[in-house]
């Protein structure tokens, strides 16, 4: 593969627009296919991308193509019918899932793609909307050895830390692996926040002694940045989006016979935030909607211990 191949890129949102934007900032020709926030869309356009109606289009025209979206049915809807990828999918194309997927679906497409001649990759990400406008965005991958020599100068352009994680289908279950601890964290701090603050030690006051302790880590240091903070931007991933990733991670253990204690408690309290309404808040906003099964307002209790 040539340092500038042509892209595709679908799923140009919160995380897919900065991942776009350092593929072409990195030289490579980027086309796009538009959906309702017109706002990235319009921005890379500007950059110098080319926007099309339909996957099956970007097939015909790109070497590689991404895809960056919200669950494994639409990642399946964007692949499948007469205009999806694999109606015009042409031998040697890669296509490079970076949604959080099923990896059973994963799987499933890798085989139709392997029909056509084309190569899947699953390459699930770690971090913020802030490291994929930086570049510096980690990625698990799942690919052929062939195939992952060949991708790794494309997922460069996006990725700061990468690694090869196993055949196709790996990633996926990488990722799950990655996101059963955060959102685990996410529902742990929360508990104890909310903990601390019923038995008198404040949430600046949690903050503060974990921060700065062997506990601490960057997942704790973003969580708490909303949770005491209040910095509502601090981590831009939604509670729906956690919610079905728990939910993957649960099926996939099912599936393997994993006794998974603490992951099902987990998503007994995304599903039930989820279930109030809430399902598009970040998730550190859990704290808030923990705290309140506590009989607690959250940003009330911040204020204390400063």
Request: glycine fraction near 12%; hydrophobic fraction near 40%; charged fraction near 20%.
């Amino acid at each position: 593969m040539t340092a500038k191949a042509k892209v595709g890129f679908i799923g140009v949102g919160l995380m897919g627009h900065g991942m776009a934007k350092n593929l072409l900032e990195k030289g490579h020709p980027l086309v796009i296919k538009g959906n309702r926030n017109r706002a990235p869309v319009d921005d890379l356009v500007g950059r110098g991308a080319v926007e099309v109606a339909t996957p099956r289009e970007m097939a015909e025209a790109c070497e590689v193509i991404h895809i960056c979206l919200g669950n494994a049915p639409q990642v399946e809807s964007v692949f499948r019918g007469p205009d999806g990828l694999l109606a015009g999918a042409k031998t040697g194309l890669i296509v490079v899932d970076c949604s959080t997927s099923d990896p059973n679906v994963t799987l499933t497409l890798a085989g139709e793609l392997a029909e056509k001649g084309g190569h899947m990759v699953d390459a699930p990400l770690g971090r913020t909307p802030r490291e994929a406008e930086e570049g510096t965005l980690d990625a698990m991958v799942g690919a052929d050895p062939e195939v992952y020599a060949r991708i790794l100068p494309v997922l460069e352009c996006w990725a700061g830390n990468i690694n090869h994680v196993g055949p196709v289908g790996a990633g996926h279950k990488m990722k799950l692996i990655m996101n059963s601890i955060a959102m685990s964290y996410a529902a742990l701090y929360a508990e104890v926040t909310a903990l601390g603050a019923k038995v008198g030690i404040p949430p600046a006051t949690v903050q503060r002694v974990i921060g700065s302790s062997r506990l601490g880590n960057g997942f704790f240091d973003t969580f708490m940045d909303y949770a005491v903070n209040r910095n509502r931007d601090a981590h831009k991933f939604s509670i729906a989006n956690a919610s079905k990733d728990v939910r993957y991670a649960n099926a996939m253990a099912a599936e393997a016979g994993a006794l998974t204690l603490m992951l099902s408690a987990t998503r007994q309290y995304f599903t039930q935030v989820e279930a109030q309404g809430f399902a598009e808040d970040y998730v550190p906003w859990i704290s808030d909607h923990i705290a309140r099964m506590n009989g607690l307002d959250l940003e009330e209790e911040t204020g204390k211990g400063r």
